[in-house]
């Protein structure tokens, strides 16, 4: 069964965007607190996790969004040297290829299996309507078969319990006289 819908599964409006700067807010956060203990390593990890968890809530714009702006953040504030813009070097080439890389497959794969799910949600909604249909006709069918039944079933008996008063024949016809 073919559904077009299955890429609208999302939420709309503006408020994916608000949850989106908010996990933003919250990544940053994290990583700012765990800075001190981890230093320069992983530096776009809770980026990636925010980006996978609005990816998995709100659809691929904002966690691509977020995965975007988390990479120019993990990049500037904790990439050495922190908080300076400057020449590339192997740790910020490292992170511009690596988190982009990862993100867009684990995004990718989220959304297509969001997509699947919205499909599959959308053709048990289209089988239940089309089963409250038959139901509805077999319904419809069988009282129409037992109306058409009982009719059948007077018109047979009828005549034979009461041949006094049904004639087939006007009455003057029957005896003769003229009226």
Not at 27 to 52: K, N, Q
Not at 56 to 65: H, S, V
Not at 130 to 159: F, K, Q
Request: hydrophobic share 50%; net charge positive.
């Amino acid at each position: 069964m073919n559904v077009r819908n299955a890429s609208r599964w999302a939420p709309r409006g503006h408020r994916k965007w608000y949850f989106a700067v908010f996990a933003l807010v919250i990544a940053s956060g994290v990583r700012l607190l765990l800075h001190p203990l981890l230093g320069p390593i992983m530096p776009g990890t809770a980026y990636f996790i925010a980006a996978a968890l609005i990816e998995y809530f709100f659809g691929i714009a904002p966690a691509l969004a977020v995965m975007a702006v988390g990479l120019v953040t993990a990049d500037f504030l904790f990439v050495p040297p922190y908080q300076q813009l400057g020449a590339l070097d192997q740790s910020d080439v490292g992170l511009i290829v690596s988190l982009p890389l990862l993100s867009m497959l684990v995004i990718c794969l989220i959304e297509r299996l969001r997509r699947s799910e919205f499909r599959a949600e959308l053709i048990a909604l289209v089988a239940q309507s089309r089963y409250e249909m038959l139901l509805r006709a077999d319904n419809e069918r069988a009282i129409t078969s037992r109306a058409v039944g009982e009719t059948h079933r007077l018109i047979r008996n009828l005549p034979g319990c009461h041949d006094d008063t049904i004639s087939s024949k006007p009455a003057a016809l029957c005896t003769g006289t003229v009226l």
